[in-house]
């Protein structure tokens, strides 16, 4: 059968428009994935270890106030870098930040991060951040041991971690950590052990070393599952701890007393939460993630998290927002000198060996 041009020009027409609509779509959908937006919402998955104490919905309301939908996917911080490493093939987040300088490290040594730029550059001290843009500085916390006031007093109350096993005094007293998956546990113990490193030593620690911290666990208490450890500490049954400098005003706060501050000579550990961009694919459109850690990030918003959680920001525009709390510990206590590098080569060892042989 023979067919009339007049139908073929239809036919052609309707093939032409078909494809252009075809484009068109195609186009839509790109700006929809590109631009991750839902219900006029920009849409992040935002991985942290930096949530709890109300962080966490905080930051989910102010953000929408900003124009971003979050989902937070909260996890300790050795089990977050766990989870990031495997996932590198298939990741499921946008965002991640409250980890350690260490550990990001560990995610660009692995190819999981984006390289950016955010608007507050200029306003964190030069050298803070990663000369190659895969993460910048948030927030400092000082890893503190803390007691209760109205069991010790300052001349009563340990000194050091070295008095908790030394002094008789204070067996059972004292909180130890009862898994090593957090970045505040992880940094007791690699606070302590690197005070003997010894590089013919096990994983590079003398056996004074790992004997001390067997000491430790020993002697100390572990938090049964169905305690809490903050309660214990306000109660007076465990009265001696730990925390995260951040996290002491919300501690007193919900249990209502006052923690007294233990200031090593030797100074203590400090670990700086980092934000970065999850890699996706090659050619991932990173404008929304760019712009939530931009807002984040800001004097402004790290100035009201400051205020509302008493954390140290490393922003400079936005410290003079710290509390009274946090300028005080920052006076009263010096960072531990240590090698972060080498910490970072041997962490995972080290709490393997820990968890195999001494829990």
Known sequence: MKVKKPLLLVMAFMLVASILAGCMNNDSTKKDTATDTKDGKKSLVVYSNSVSDGRGDWLTKKAAEAGFELKI????????????????????????????????????????????????????????????????????????????????????????????????????????????????????????????????????????????????????????????????????????????????????KEFGFEAGIVSPEVGVPTTVEQVGIIKKRKEQDTAVAEEFISWFGSAEVQGAWAEQFGSLPVNTKAVEKASDKMKQIGENTKIQEMDYTFISEHIDDWVEKIELEIF
């Open 73 to 252: 996917v909260e996890a300790g911080g050795g089990d977050l870098l766990n989870r990031l490493v495997s996932e590198k093939n298939n990741p499921l987040g946008d965002v991640v930040f409250g980890l350690n300088q260490m550990n990001f490290e560990t995610l660009k040594a692995n190819d999981i991060l984006v390289p950016y730029e955010p608007k507050w550059t200029a306003e964190i001290p030069e050298g803070s951040s990663d000369k190659d843009k895969f993460y910048y500085p948030l927030v400092e916390q000082r890893i503190i041991m803390i007691y209760n006031k109205d069991v010790y007093t300052e001349e009563t109350a340990p000194k050091d971690w070295t008095d908790l096993i030394e002094n008789e005094e204070f067996k059972g007293k004292y909180n130890v950590p009862s898994n090593l998956g957090g970045g505040t546990n992880r940094s007791v113990i690699y606070g302590m052990l690197m005070r003997h490193v010894d590089k013919n030593g096990d994983l590079g620690i003398s056996e004074e070393g790992w004997k001390e911290i067997k000491s430790f666990f020993d002697n100390g208490y572990k938090t049964p599952e169905g305690e809490d450890a903050n309660a214990n500490l306000a109660s007076g049954k465990v009265p001696i701890s730990f925390t995260y400098s951040s996290g002491l005003p919300g501690i007193e």
